[in-house]
Every structure is written in structure tokens, then in C-alpha cells.
């Protein structure tokens, strides 16, 4: 274990860096450190950015970049790139920054990432905030092409043409997909720079994204197309809280699915928000994780 950490650095794992940064000085009486798993996979940390205020009850935020995104270092080989990995990852920054009690908040692929890194029964597990997540990729498919068909029938056109063709890399393809993005990922207008910065970083190198799941959030060729935890759920028996946006891309189904498979967790709806409710409703949000977290830290 290494001495308690503040501040930006990188963590040693399996040869390359891993960078995080940690907010806060340390942890009031009571409380546990939050570790942020940011989505993706391959986005980086930045649009969640805005969690950093957690620190301001006494417990530090960490957060880090995963191998592959961001700040951290960029191998080119995408046989490296499976959950296995990211789950050793988690375990690796656990260790290097010294926090042996933890609160895991995943959002999207983090919640995934959650979801396994307590299946594989990681000590020292707090809770479980799963933000916007899924327990089954099938059934998010199912659920991404039901929205997708909602869409201008030209917008549908575009994107199906591309996918048949194989050229989900161009710029109209990406556009089709950004009428996706802006009804069921984030419906601010503009943006916030936080989640745009995002969008740039996984633009310059999609390879994770790419070979982990697929050029678009509703088409799925990489190595999670049929990646389904939802047998296993019952083994989770952390205090777990579900979140979602009333217009999330994580829809009714998924979510109700992952909930419903944890026993005696919890689940809060964000009415104004998509798949981003820290965001898009960030009072919201943060009011609600934080007293979700107290409550967890006084359970016996």
C-alpha cells in the first residue's frame, strides 16, 4: 500500500500509466473515499468532472483515466482490451493510492465495471452508485434500436447505409449518430465544455471504444456485444443505488433489469435529464448521491 494520496500522479499497471487525480485532503469521521469509474469504454474522466463537489463532505473523490483514454497511457493493441483488465485496474489504483474502504460510482461502462469488480468480490466495498447503467449489453441493444427508430426517418437512412457499408467512421455517419446523442445521451444546449473535451479525447483514439463495444452506442460489434451479468445480480449484496434520466439511452427496461437483480437496492429517476443527469440536473444529483452514501456509511 502506498501513503494516502492527494493531487494528480500515475499508478503502475501492467507496464504502462494509469493516471488519476484526488480531490480532497481526506476522509471526515465516518466517512469512505469515492472512486469514479468513468464510461465509455475509452472516454476519460473529464464529463464527470463535475462529482468533485462530493468532496465537500468530508471524503476525498479519486478519480483516474482508464488505460487507453485520456491521460493515461495509450497502447495500440487491441488484444489487451477486455474486462478483465479494466477489473485488475481498478484493483491496481485501489492498492497504489491506499484505499482499502471504498464507494464505487460507475456511469455507463463504470457501472459495468462496478458491477464486475464486485461480482469478483473485491474487499472493502462500501456501495455500489450506478449511474445510468446496464446489467445486460442484448437487452441495451434491444432498447438503443427502439430509440433509434424513433428517430427522422433520414437520420435512420444515413446511419443504417453507413453500418451496411462499413464506413461508421465518416463524418455523416457521426452526425447521424450525434441527432442520437443530443435526444438520449445529453439534451443541453450547447454542451458543457467538460463533456465536450469528452467527445474530442474519444475522437482522437477510439480504439478502446471501438473493440470494447462498436461504433455507436446502438451498434455493437466488440468484445462486450453479449455481456450479461443479470444472472449474477443476486450475488451483489452491497447497498447499491440505480440512477437514470427520463430520456436516458439507458431506458426503463435496463434499468428496472439491473434493480431489480440487486437486492434492497435503491433506484431514483431524474425528470430532466438523458443519460447525463450530473449534468444535466447536477444539484439534483449530487443531493441525492450524498445522502445515499451517509446512509451507506452508517449501515452496520
Not at 116 to 127: C, D, M, Q, W
Request: aromatic share 8%; proline share 7%; charged share 25%.
Amino acid at each position: 500500500m502506498g501513503e494516502r494520496a492527494t493531487g494528480e500522479g500515475h499508478v503502475s499497471f501492467r507496464g504502462f500509466r494509469t493516471w488519476y487525480r484526488v480531490v480532497g485532503e481526506g476522509e471526515a469521521p465516518g466517512r469512505d473515499p469515492v472512486l469514479v469509474l468513468h464510461g465509455g469504454p475509452g472516454t476519460g474522466h473529464d464529463y464527470l468532472e463535475p462529482l468533485s463537489a462530493l468532496a465537500a463532505s468530508g471524503r476525498r473523490v479519486v478519480f483516474y483515466d482508464q488505460l487507453g483514454c485520456g491521460r493515461s497511457d495509450h497502447p495500440h493493441d487491441p488484444s489487451l482490451w477486455d474486462v478483465g483488465l479494466f477489473v485488475d485496474e481498478v484493483a491496481a489504483v485501489r492498492a497504489a493510492l491506499d484505499l482499502p474502504r471504498v464507494h464505487l460510482l460507475g456511469q455507463s461502462w463504470g457501472g459495468m465495471l462496478a458491477l464486475e469488480t464486485a461480482l469478483a468480490k473485491h474487499p472493502g466495498l462500501v456501495s455500489l452508485v450506478l449511474a445510468n447503467s446496464l446489467a445486460s449489453v442484448p437487452l441495451w441493444i434491444s432498447e438503443t434500436n427502439r430509440l433509434r427508430d424513433e428517430l427522422p426517418p433520414e437520420v435512420r437512412a444515413t446511419l443504417s447505409r453507413h453500418e451496411a457499408d462499413d464506413t461508421t467512421g465518416s463524418t455523416e455517419y457521426q452526425g447521424a449518430v450525434l441527432t442520437f446523442y443530443r435526444r438520449h445521451v445529453c439534451r443541453l444546449d450547447p454542451w458543457p465544455e467538460c463533456l465536450e473535451r469528452t467527445f474530442a479525447n474519444l475522437a482522437e483514439d477510439p480504439e478502446v471504444y471501438n473493440v470494447m463495444f462498436g461504433p455507436s452506442e446502438f451498434h455493437a460489434t466488440g468484445v462486450l456485444k453479449e455481456w450479461d451479468v443479470t444472472p449474477r445480480l443476486g450475488e451483489i449484496r452491497l447497498p447499491t443505488l440505480v440512477l437514470s434520466g427520463r430520456f436516458d439511452e439507458a431506458t426503463p427496461a435496463v434499468v428496472e433489469a439491473l434493480q431489480r437483480g440487486i437486492h434492497g437496492s435503491e433506484r431514483v429517476v431524474f425528470e430532466e435529464s438523458a443519460h447525463m443527469p450530473h449534468l444535466e440536473e447536477p444539484e439534483s444529483f449530487l443531493r441525492v448521491v450524498q445522502d445515499f452514501l451517509e446512509r451507506a456509511e452508517t449501515r452496520p
